[in-house]
């Protein structure tokens, strides 16, 4: 008996003196709660800053209050610190400075000196050679010139230089009597006028004369008797109307053709019947044909007008003067 008391002591002893656990509502010991936590927020505190360098894992909402007050400069210093730097600074300051300065120093110098030394003088040397306007007239004159200088050559070899003689009472040419430049289509490239017949010629009713033109060589522009005025008076003539154009004209009698140079060819642009009073086959009264004739020729200058026959006194002292001249100044320019 003694010794089962002595037994029931020892317990009440043993568990009066450790003391009872205290409990919350739900049965609970509240110590397991505290130690809970305490391990709880040893890991948050432990964790969080490893979870915090991870800037996607830290800003959860979801978390305790604890660790957004204590992760959130962590988060905002890392990457915006740490991350920004490395992406901005690096590869847009060095790396495109490098290509920039790289690109610049290497390709502009080639691009620049390529073109300005070696193209530049070539584009402004060639065309000053070729395109001098005095040099290219000049060798243009002299390439005409010379090809008209051979007609005339073989024509003075020819017929002979032009002369005068005597018949009885009148005076008349032979020989290479006229020689003159005219400008028939008023394109700049004068036109070589040659008037000519033999002394056995003399005091005949015929002359001759040849128009010779100059495209990239010698062309025969017109070739036929100079025609005459009626009996034995073959003349040569050449007339330039107020609005500029000019006119051959070849006489046979009273009828007269006025011709005209028109894309290298000569060709009959008026023809005139002063007998009959028609003009270009249109009939009219002897009043209106004057009027018309006299209207068409006002105001016109007159650049060849030599008569083979009948020389007026002095004239062919003149006309052979003109002649010469003018070889003169082809071989002026030919040289």
């Known amino acids: 008996m003694k010794k089962m008391i002595c037994v029931f002591l020892c317990l009440f002893l043993l568990l009066g003196g450790c003391g009872a656990p205290a409990r919350n509502n739900s049965g609970e010991s509240l110590s397991t709660d505290s130690s809970k936590q305490e391990e709880s927020s040893a890991s948050q505190e432990t964790s969080k800053p490893e979870e915090s360098s991870a800037p996607q894992e830290t800003s959860k909402p979801e978390e305790s209050s604890a660790p957004q007050e204590t992760s959130k400069p962590e988060e905002s210093s890392a990457p915006q610190e740490g991350s920004k730097p490395e992406e901005s600074s690096s590869p847009q300051e060095t790396s495109k400075q490098e290509e920039s300065s790289a690109s610049q120093e290497t390709s502009k110098p080639e691009e620049s000196s390529a073109p300005q030394e070696s193209s530049k003088p070539e584009e402004s040397s060639a065309p000053q050679e070729i395109s001098d306007p005095e040099e290219s007239s000049q060798s243009a004159n002299a390439a005409w010139a010379s090809a008209y200088l051979d007609?005339?050559?073989?024509?003075?070899?020819e017929y002979g230089e032009g002369q005068t003689m005597t018949y009885q009472v009148a005076e008349g040419f032979y020989g290479l009597v006229v020689v003159q430049l005219v400008d028939f289509d008023?394109?700049?490239?004068?036109?070589?006028?040659?008037?000519?017949?033999?002394?056995?010629?003399?005091?005949?009713?015929?002359?001759?004369?040849?128009?010779?033109?100059?495209?990239?060589?010698?062309?025969?522009?017109?070739?036929?008797?100079?025609?005459?005025?009626?009996?034995?008076h073959p003349v040569s003539r050449v007339k330039q109307t107020k609005d500029g154009t000019v006119y051959l004209i070849q006489l046979d009698g009273r009828t007269e053709d006025y011709w005209v140079l028109s894309d290298g060819k000569f060709s009959v642009d008026h023809h005139v019947v002063r007998d009959l009073y028609t003009w270009d086959e249109e009939q009219l009264s002897k009043e209106a044909f004057e009027v018309w004739y006299n209207d068409f020729w006002a105001d016109a200058t007159t650049l060849i007008d030599t008569s083979y026959f009948a020389v007026k006194e002095g004239k062919g002292v003149q006309v052979l003067s003109d002649t010469q001249e003018t070889i003169e100044y082809l071989r002026k320019l030919a040289n």
Do not use: K, W
């Open 151 to 157: 007609i005339i050559e073989g024509l003075l070899a």
């Open 186 to 232: 008023g394109d700049g490239q004068p036109e070589l006028f040659c008037g000519f017949l033999p002394e056995e010629m003399a005091f005949q009713n015929e002359a001759y004369q040849r128009i010779y033109g100059y495209d990239s060589g010698l062309i025969t522009l017109f070739d036929e008797s100079a025609g005459h005025t009626g009996g034995v």
